[in-house]
């Protein structure tokens, strides 16, 4: 017994993660379609502010106005439509009793005239010819189906029906025992045709409403794209003397803390650059002291080492400066690539090597000058150093510019092209980027790039050195 009853609670135990797990697979799908929902939804969202924000206001009013036409049309309009519908055939009905009823008038003259003047309907008493084939009926129409169905409820004889068209008149002829029943019906009578109208000012509102919200929208995102215009050209180290926190108060929030930011950045940055400044002075003026001494003391045994000593700390020194100033204070202005293309090409053919350049696009572009120049003076230099071939290519078009530096040296190992970047590395191999002891200067070429908002890679050349390549808005 003991053992038949552990067998039933390791199998209630089986069937009960059996079904957990089931459920939990389930699950899974379910959030996994959810996902995948989402992605989709994504993919064909809009990306700005502006756009999503108007599909916030619109998406709600659509669906608002469509459930509220939908219960008008389903709800108000088919019931008013079967009340006017079942008005108007009670009439009908009430005019063949009073025929049936009085047959002794011979022209009907008092039920045609009570007719017209109390029911509105005009009738006419025809020869019991037989009645018109069926018309074809339209697709969808509210009033030939209530009309038709009122009449074949509440008078039960053979009819026929015209309500196809524009017309305002409706005709209905009724099957007699020996007549028919000719009767003009306005289409107001039996129709609720003012729905029109209810559309037509739903439709007008919501105009309305989106021509007040559209430009109040745009005045609400306009700081928004301010501010992120203002972060971005103070990442290019660009002026922006015009910003100034607008609009609601978490937009003016988020402005006023951007402006507080980067006047604690540019006041950490001129207390750096002054700090150095004086701490440069000062070592140089020991410096200077050391070469004196040297001088004066006669002793040749050993001054040269010392004033190459000397010379290569005063070189680390002004690479340390320069490094951390960062030409952050310069003002952004229009460079002329040809010119300054021109310029190393002269350089090169003192330094015995050969250079060519080619610019596709505009030759001007607006970067900080000083600064640009050292960038790419910095990667020439190397080159002229370690190659006897250089080539540079400059593409300027669509607000960025690419500058292509190759090169026939002995290049740089693939594992160490994103090392050399980093300040105070210096390579051992064949190629030395940084020959003056500092290993900063591809970290101030790095650095400057990335302050005009673009940066520097290397690869392989097609030259079979090194390709240095500079991208950059401009």
């Given at each position: 017994m003991a053992t038949s009853d552990l067998q039933e609670r390791q199998g209630d135990q089986a069937a009960g993660r059996t079904v957990g797990g089931r459920l939990a697979d389930l699950?899974?799908?379910?959030?996994?379609?959810?996902?995948?929902?989402?992605?989709?939804?994504?993919?064909?969202?809009?990306k700005r502010l502006y756009a999503r924000s108007l599909i916030i206001v619109i998406a709600p009013m659509i669906l608002l106005q469509s459930v509220v036409a939908f219960v008008f049309l389903e709800r108000h309009?088919?019931?008013?439509?079967?009340?006017?519908?079942?008005?108007?055939?009670?009439?009908?009905?009430?005019?063949?009793?009073?025929?049936?009823?009085?047959p002794s008038d011979a022209d009907y003259a008092n039920i045609v005239r009570i007719a017209q003047d109390r029911m509105q309907l005009k009738i006419d008493l025809l020869p019991p010819d037989p009645l018109p084939a069926p018309g074809p009926k339209p697709f969808f129409s509210l009033l030939d189906e209530?009309?038709?169905?009122?009449?074949?409820?509440?008078i039960a004889r053979p009819f026929w029906l015209d309500t196809v068209g524009n017309s305002n008149i409706i005709e209905v002829r009724v099957q007699l025992e020996n007549k028919v029943l000719r009767v003009f019906i306005r289409r107001s009578q039996a129709y609720a045709s003012n729905t029109h109208i209810f559309l037509i000012w739903m439709v007008g509102t919501s105009l309305v409403l989106l021509m007040i919200a559209v430009p109040f929208l745009r005045n609400q995102i306009k700081p928004i794209l301010t501010l992120a215009e203002a972060a971005e050209n103070f990442g290019k180290g660009r002026p922006m003397p015009d910003f100034r926190p607008r609009g609601a108060e978490e937009v003016r929030r988020a402005g006023i803390a951007f402006v507080q930011m980067r006047e604690r950045i540019e006041r950490q940055i001129e207390q750096r650059t002054a700090m150095l400044t004086g701490v440069s002075h000062d070592l140089r003026t020991i410096l200077t002291r050391f070469k004196l001494q040297l001088a004066l003391s006669g002793s040749k045994s050993g001054s040269e080492a010392l004033?190459?000593?000397?010379?290569?700390?005063?070189?680390?020194?002004?690479?340390?400066?320069?490094?951390?100033?960062?030409?952050?204070?310069?003002?952004?202005?229009?460079?002329?690539?040809?010119?300054?293309?021109?310029?190393?090409?002269?350089?090169?053919?003192?330094r015995k090597r050969r250079l060519t350049a080619t610019i596709a696009g505009d030759h001007e572009v607006l970067v900080r000058p000083t600064a640009f120049a050292r960038l790419i003076s910095n990667i020439v230099s190397n080159a002229f150093r370690y190659a006897q071939n250089v080539e540079i290519?400059?593409?300027?078009?669509?607000?960025?510019?690419?500058?292509?530096?190759?090169?026939?040296?002995?290049?740089?190992?693939?594992?160490?092209?994103?090392?050399?970047?980093?300040?105070?590395?210096?390579?051992?191999?064949?190629?030395?980027?940084?020959?003056?002891?500092?290993?900063?200067?591809?970290?101030?070429?790095?650095?400057?790039?990335?302050?005009?908002?673009?940066?520097?890679?290397?690869?392989?050349?097609?030259?079979?050195?090194?390709?240095?390549?500079?991208?950059?808005?401009?």
């Open positions: 699950a899974g799908g379910v959030r996994a379609r959810w996902r995948h929902f989402w992605r989709l939804v994504s993919r064909y969202m809009p309009w088919q019931t008013v439509t079967l009340r006017l519908s079942q008005a108007v055939v009670r009439d009908i009905a009430a005019v063949i009793d009073m025929i049936e009823t009085y209530t009309l038709s169905s009122e009449i074949t409820r509440q004033n190459q000593d000397i010379e290569d700390m005063q070189s680390m020194l002004e690479g340390y400066l320069a490094f951390a100033r960062g030409q952050t204070s310069e003002d952004a202005a229009r460079f002329d690539l040809d010119a300054y293309f021109a310029k190393l090409t002269e350089e090169a053919r003192l290519r400059a593409v300027h078009g669509n607000g960025s510019l690419v500058v292509t530096i190759d090169d026939d040296g002995p290049g740089i190992p693939s594992e160490k092209r994103e090392h050399v970047f980093k300040p105070f590395v210096r390579l051992d191999e064949a190629r030395n980027l940084d020959s003056s002891g500092t290993g900063l200067g591809l970290s101030i070429a790095r650095d400057i790039a990335r302050s005009h908002g673009g940066d520097i890679t290397l690869e392989e050349s097609s030259m079979g050195g090194l390709r240095a390549v500079i991208r950059m808005p401009a």
